[in-house]
């Protein structure tokens, strides 16, 4: 198990990748064109079409809220949730609806069921999944929470041959085949050779890993800097 100390500052390398803030940025609201995902919001970015982002407002809005300022924007967001549970598209252009979003992301209560959330629907899996390979460094741990938060760990690691330390394999040689396959996916589609318009952008944070792969930081000593920022 991974220390706190530790945790924290992975997921602050992933907050920077996500929203631009070390803490995070829990009013964050993004629609990327091109991206499947639609709508994406929060600290670390859970999405209309799959699910997440329901499930995470649903969680908000089943709590007591007696802040009258909060409680106005909360209706609103309460308006939206069949929409956003059925996955309905217009409400990415649903002004009303990003406002309030925006707006809520200053409230503690949403903050502390971000947290929450993020922590079971992300970190929780991606430390399971970190310690069955037999990982143990944290910029192990770092580069496999990123790919839950991103998205499609499984489908990278089986387009590179080598093993994981549970398999007889060597921590530092899996981590760096991964860095560089996920890399090469988020550039290609490796059945068609075509751009994949929505993750293009998201090369960096791989470029981001191979910096620290290099400086050989595999313990996350601070302080490092993580596209400008200086984390410490």
């Given at each position: ?71 106005v924007f909360t209706k ?96 530092a040689a899996w981590v ?52 400008g920022y200086q984390l410490?």
């Amino acid at each position: 198990m991974i220390p706190n100390d530790k945790k924290r500052l992975i997921q602050a390398i992933v907050n920077i990748f996500e929203t631009d803030e070390p803490a995070g940025d829990y009013g964050n609201v993004t629609l990327i064109t091109g991206d499947s995902g639609g709508l994406t919001y929060g600290r670390s970015q859970t999405t209309l079409a799959y699910g997440g982002l329901y499930k995470l407002l649903a969680d908000y809005c089943s709590r007591t809220q007696t802040n009258p300022t909060w409680a106005v924007f909360t209706k609103v967001v309460q308006r939206y949730l069949p929409q956003i549970k059925a996955g309905d598209e217009s409400v990415n252009d649903a002004r009303e609806l990003i406002t309030a979003l925006k707006t809520l992301g200053h409230d503690p209560l949403m903050q502390q069921v971000q947290d929450e959330f993020f922590d079971r629907q992300y970190w929780q899996p991606a430390a399971s999944a970190t310690e069955l390979m037999a990982l143990t460094l944290p910029l192990s741990y770092a580069v496999v929470y990123d790919s839950f938060v991103h998205g499609s760990f499984n489908r990278v690691r089986r387009m590179f041959p080598e093993v994981p330390p549970s398999k007889g394999g060597k921590e530092a040689a899996w981590v760096i085949a991964y860095v560089h396959a996920r890399r090469y996916w988020l550039l290609t589609d490796t059945l068609g050779g075509k751009p994949y318009t929505a993750d293009d952008a998201c090369v960096y944070r791989m470029d981001e890993f191979i910096k620290m792969i290099q400086a050989g930081n595999w313990d996350l000593k601070t302080p490092f800097t993580v596209r400008g920022y200086q984390l410490n």
